[in-house]
């Protein structure tokens, strides 16, 4: 097990190779091929809130809206122009990006709990906009979405979804390891020193919420094919909160931490959903253990098994 | 090089500098020394345009410094160091080096995220400075050290690299010895010699520390509460009465008689 | 006019839940996400007070805020004491974890669906001029006032606020003059607690006892506070009010749907023209 964790490359192989065959293992089974689409589209959204919240430091509880809109984008766009899937999932990430500029631009001049709650604003407010623009969102009774012709089967569609993960998480891995994955750790960690180091730090604040909301937007595209309807209600702030839950509790500024938590708490409501309020609960509780007595997240304790890393990595946890 | 002209810094009625004049010549090695408060610090933070005079100028080879905002006072050619040592504390010394080099890497986010050749080539060519920068400072074995790890010596060290990287034209060094041994004090004040020899660094410097002052400055200008008492090479302002006046308050047991 | 007034009456509710969070924040430097949850369970103490040990009105009413003083003692004794050196952002999640766990429970306990909550004091509106007020309305606004009044007092004034004041700012120099700034600490989550409470029972009648009651007004509440500069006791319930006025105001001339998007857009537009908000201090600049 050491072994496997300690060679990067194989373990990083196993995994793909598991999600590669994970329809067959289930039988193709709907229900199960679902579970792992939600892990999937959650698992984006948290690599996708750890840019901002473990790399960069700030606070965002209001991922939902990234996702409703993402979602709606593509619902919408496809209706009235039936764009093909490959030019509409990226557009739908561009749109969800510029409708983040609304939080990210003031966000530059906010911080910590100021942040939080406009923020979670924001986040309440897509919602309620998507429910009472009837002209555009036909509010209340949401929008099904068709996929592609050649993509309209279960098991096609799955692949897709599973690519797009797999190269959103690889084009976040080479992001975090390169000069702008360091400005984000450097206006985290020391926003003086970054400024005089040439970092525009308003700029790459706004970024970072552009960015994130871009992936996310993306995984709420996905969302909106996978399940073939939008609706006001998908994603509200117990989605947010979930998500921001993923991250803490995984590992902040950590990739692999941040796939721990989405693929834990889409596991951890597939068995407490059956009673009411458990979920929260559990949520809740991860949360707040994890914060009193382990805030590196989860992930620190796969390291503990792991020799210290050979490569540079930018850790950040709290 | 750079040129203080008339400079006046007040915060809600304390006047931290007060008609501060001074210029620094190409080349030099330019110390500002004087009592605690004296608003040296200041004078850095107005030079990385953290503050805003309210009246004066500060101008950088003819260039008018306060049209800059703070992230662009790097790519003028002036980096620097801090007093407290701003790191970011969680990255390793490598990566904290690395991105003293922001203003010369590329910053596509296309390129970066899809990791082309001309990223990594970059990205190398950095870690190979980087290596240079560590070799110069003797923390070469370090580069994958956490430097929240580190003793604050071997921080400041890491802080002065970072400044290092893009080969300043003028290198601020806001007290790069405190808390350094005697042995690392001599190491920073090699340093800094072989900075301005070797490199042509225009090089500031902020310090308590005399010894270093007297060895290295070239020019010095004393300060106390805000104002320049005076000023000249080390010899003039060592036998000064007005600058042993002001430091007779402090005990300094380190101050040596060159 | 009656909106404007309708808006003050319960922006000043709002400015109580408000002025919990100050006060929470102003002692601890912690923001309580979870100040709109811990009020709904008090909320619905004291109904359970009300209905099932069939007490009267002010007699439930107390109970319950004792039950919320000691909640909030409960939570800070076993959650927030640890982490009161930790980093604010990890503070903050753990508050966030806490709504969630609350939630879930009272979920599970009271299930998700509205009942009706009593008025303080029940009757006929009466009519000012143009304006309907009923003898309900009166009492929120009074009490509010008397709450604001006396803890804005003993902040500013008394010895339990001198110390809460000095333990904000510096715990170990607040220790080292001998005040046990766990006891500080303590006292301002309780009173916290029950600022929040007694929020919630004021407008449990208007929008109906349910588990997902205060999750409006706890961002309302946060509009509230951070218009006020987040620092400011008198501030948190100006700012609520403020909000009160403004989101009756949106309800009635635009939609009511539409509160949320409108109170965004208020705070935005507020963190951005004064980021520290209205009574806020002056931005702070480190010194490095």
Not at chain 3, 58 to 86: E, H, N, T, W
Request: a neutral charge.
């Amino acid at each position: 097990m050491k072994k496997i964790l300690e060679n990067k490359k194989l373990y990083q192989l196993l995994i793909i190779l598991f999600m590669l065959v994970f329809p067959f293992l289930v039988g193709n089974s709907g229900y199960f091929m679902s579970l792992f689409v939600t892990a999937c589209i959650f698992i984006i959204s948290a690599m996708a809130l750890n840019l901002l919240v473990g790399y960069g430091g700030q606070i965002s509880v209001g991922q939902a809206g990234f996702l409703s809109a993402g979602g709606y984008a593509v619902a919408i766009l496809s209706h009235k122009f039936g764009l093909p899937i490959w030019i509409l999932l990226p557009l739908a990430g561009v749109i969800t990006g510029i409708i983040s500029l609304v939080i990210g631009l003031p966000a530059v001049r906010l911080r910590g709990h100021f942040l939080a709650v406009a923020t979670m604003g924001f986040g309440l407010s897509i919602p309620q906009i998507a429910l009472n623009w009837e002209s555009l969102t036909r509010g209340y009774n949401g929008i099904s979405v068709m996929r592609p012709q050649w993509l309209s089967g279960d098991l096609a569609f799955f692949y897709v979804i599973v690519g797009t993960t797999l190269v959103i998480a690889w084009i976040i891995s080479n992001i975090v390891k390169s000069g702008m994955g360091r400005a984000f750790v450097a206006i985290r960690d020391s926003e003086i020193a970054a400024q005089s180091t040439g970092i525009h730090v308003a700029f790459y604040k706004t970024m970072m919420f552009v960015i994130s909301a871009f992936f996310t937007g993306i995984a709420g595209g996905l969302y909106a094919y996978w399940f073939g309807y939008v609706s006001p209600q998908d994603f509200n702030i117990l989605t947010s909160l979930l998500i921001l839950g993923m991250v803490v509790v995984g590992g902040l500024a950590s990739i692999p931490g941040a796939v721990i938590g989405a693929v834990l708490f889409t596991l951890i409501p597939h068995f407490t959903d059956k009673f009411i309020g458990m979920t929260n609960i559990i949520i809740g509780i991860a949360i707040i253990l994890i914060i009193m007595y382990r805030s590196e997240g989860i992930v620190s304790f796969l390291d503990r098994l792991k020799s210290p890393e050979q490569d540079d990595q930018v850790k950040g946890g709290v | 090089m750079l040129n203080f002209e008339n400079v006046v810094v007040q915060f809600a009625g304390l006047t931290a500098i007060n008609d501060l004049s001074f210029d620094v010549s190409e080349g030099k090695i330019h110390s500002i020394i004087g009592p605690n408060g004296a608003g040296k610090t200041t004078v850095f933070n107005c030079i990385s345009r953290f503050y805003t005079p309210n009246q004066g100028s500060i101008t950088f080879s003819g260039k008018d410094l306060l049209k800059l905002k703070p992230h662009q006072v790097i790519r003028e050619g002036i980096a620097r160091s801090f007093q407290n040592v701003e790191l970011f504390s969680k990255m390793t010394v490598m990566d904290n080096l690395l991105t003293g080099l922001h203003p010369i890497l590329k910053r596509n986010i296309f390129f970066i995220s899809l990791n082309l050749p001309s990223v990594r080539r970059s990205e190398a060519e950095s870690r190979k400075k980087a290596y240079e920068v560590m070799e110069l400072l003797g923390v070469r074995h370090l580069a994958n050290e956490k430097v929240s790890n580190l003793s604050f010596g071997y921080q400041k060290m890491v802080d002065i690299g970072r400044a290092m990287m893009v080969n300043p034209k003028l290198l601020l060094l806001d007290e790069p010895v405190a808390g350094m041994n005697p042995v690392e004090t001599d190491q920073i004040s090699e340093l800094i010699l072989r900075l301005k020899n070797e490199m042509n660094y225009t090089i500031l410097l902020i310090e308590h520390d005399m010894s270093l002052v007297m060895k290295v400055s070239d020019d010095v200008t004393v300060m106390n509460f805000g104002q320049k008492i005076a000023e000249g090479t080390p010899g003039e302002v060592q036998n000064n009465p007005v600058v042993i006046e002001a430091y007779l308050g402090e005990l300094d047991s380190d101050v040596k008689a060159d | 006019m009656q909106i404007i007034v309708s808006g003050l009456i319960i922006g000043f509710v709002y400015g109580l839940a408000a002025l919990g969070l100050v006060l929470i924040y102003k002692t601890t430097d912690i923001v309580n996400f979870a100040q709109g949850e811990m009020a709904m369970v008090t909320t619905f103490m004291s109904f359970v007070f009300l209905t099932q040990l069939g007490m009267p009105y002010f007699v439930s009413f107390l109970l319950a805020l004792i039950f919320a003083s000691l909640f909030g003692i409960a939570v800070y004794q076993m959650i927030m004491k640890r982490v009161q050196d930790s980093p604010p952002l990890n503070q903050m999640v753990l508050t966030l974890g806490l709504f969630l766990v609350i939630n879930g429970i009272a979920g599970l306990i009271w299930g998700y669906h509205p009942r009706s909550y009593p008025e303080a004091i029940a009757g006929d509106p009466y009519q000012i001029g143009t304006v309907f007020i009923t003898l309900n309305e009166i009492f929120m606004v009074g009490l509010t006032f008397i709450l604001m009044l006396f803890f804005f007092l003993n902040f500013r004034y008394a010895k339990i606020g001198l110390a809460m004041r000095a333990s904000s700012q510096d715990t170990v120099a607040a220790e080292l003059m001998g005040i046990k700034v766990s006891h500080v600490f303590m006292s301002a989550w309780a009173i916290g607690s029950v600022l929040g409470g007694v929020a919630g029972i004021m407008t449990a009648p208007f929008i109906f006892l349910n588990t997902t009651m205060m999750m409006d007004v706890l961002i309302l509440a946060f509009a509230g506070a951070v218009i006020g500069g987040f620092v400011s006791l008198p501030g948190a319930v100006i700012g609520g009010v403020i909000v009160g006025v403004y989101e009756n105001l949106v309800s009635y001339y635009i939609a009511p749907e539409l509160k949320m998007v409108y109170t965004f857009i208020l705070i935005i537009v507020i963190l951005y023209v004064r980021p520290q908000g209205i009574l806020g201090g002056p931005k702070f600049v480190k010194k490095v």
